[in-house]
């Protein structure tokens, strides 16, 4: 059965602004071959940081339709460019999403803490010189820093302060980004993590991972990590192997079930 995603030709553009691309698709690809769990989820609050053209919230937030049950949505971007263009495509598709024009979630920190129950993210994640990240216009969209973690290393401490205790991660990530050590670090944090969609391009491979917090992950305060359950090798081995063995295969999308 097929789900309402935003249209192409209804998004919104600016020369300034992010278009949906193959990132964009494969993120509103994953939330798809995840969108019975999510409706079991019951999400009441959802969030996008970096929210762009707003297809991936605007796709979100049609997916989940009236099934949603009430769920409030909330979108942030760092363009103010963004902020308009999101309205606009929102608009076109009758949605509504409250938008915040602050850097990843400045401000919103201790409004949001602990009650974030979906969070998806497409973070500037290319490798680019230092000086680049955070350059006012379309350029904040991509510039990532050294290893494209720049960014992603920022909104990582803000995404575990603003997930409630059931709360899910989407965050697309790139091959050069490395993604096992990403998993790694959230992992030291109590969240276990899978694969979702992988996508190979010409230029990239892509991964959009998924987190959760994981009860039986438990982080002392030495950031050593034991599991209650033992699972075999760990969760972080699993998702590397994932890596390998999916650059192997061009477009295929995996683990739909949940967690």
Not at 4 to 25: M, N, T
Not at 110 to 129: C, E, H, I, Q
Not at 160 to 166: A, D, M, V
């Amino acid at each position: 059965m097929s789900y309402k995603i935003a249209q192409i030709r209804l998004v919104s553009s600016h020369p300034e602004v992010y278009e949906p691309c193959d990132d964009s698709f494969a993120l509103v690809d994953a939330l798809l071959s995840d969108r019975n769990n999510l409706l079991e989820l019951k999400p009441m609050l959802c969030m996008e940081v970096g929210c762009g053209s707003g297809y991936v919230i605007t796709s979100l937030m049609l997916m989940l339709g009236e099934e949603a049950n009430g769920a409030q949505f909330i979108a942030t971007d760092i363009n103010h460019h963004a902020i308009r263009v999101t309205q606009e495509t929102m608009e076109s598709h009758r949605v509504y999403a409250e938008l915040i024009n602050t850097d990843v979630a400045s401000g919103l920190e201790n409004r949001l803490a602990g009650s974030v129950d979906l969070l998806v993210v497409n973070p500037p994640y290319v490798p680019t010189p230092e000086d680049e990240v955070g350059r006012e216009g379309i350029a904040s969209a991509w510039a990532g820093g050294e290893n494209g973690r720049s960014v992603i290393d920022k909104i990582l401490p803000v995404a575990e302060k603003l997930l409630s205790r059931r709360g899910w991660l989407y965050m697309v990530t790139l091959t050069a980004n490395n993604p096992s050590q990403i998993c790694r670090q959230m992992m030291k944090k109590g969240y276990a993590s899978k694969i979702v969609v992988q996508r190979s391009t010409v230029d990239e491979s892509l991964h959009i991972i998924k987190f959760w917090k994981d009860n039986d992950i438990e982080a002392d305060t030495n950031d050593t990590i034991t599991n209650s359950k033992a699972v075999p090798l760990g969760i972080v081995d699993s998702v590397r192997s994932q890596i390998q063995r999916l650059s192997f295969w061009g477009s295929s999308d995996i683990n739909t079930t949940t967690n």
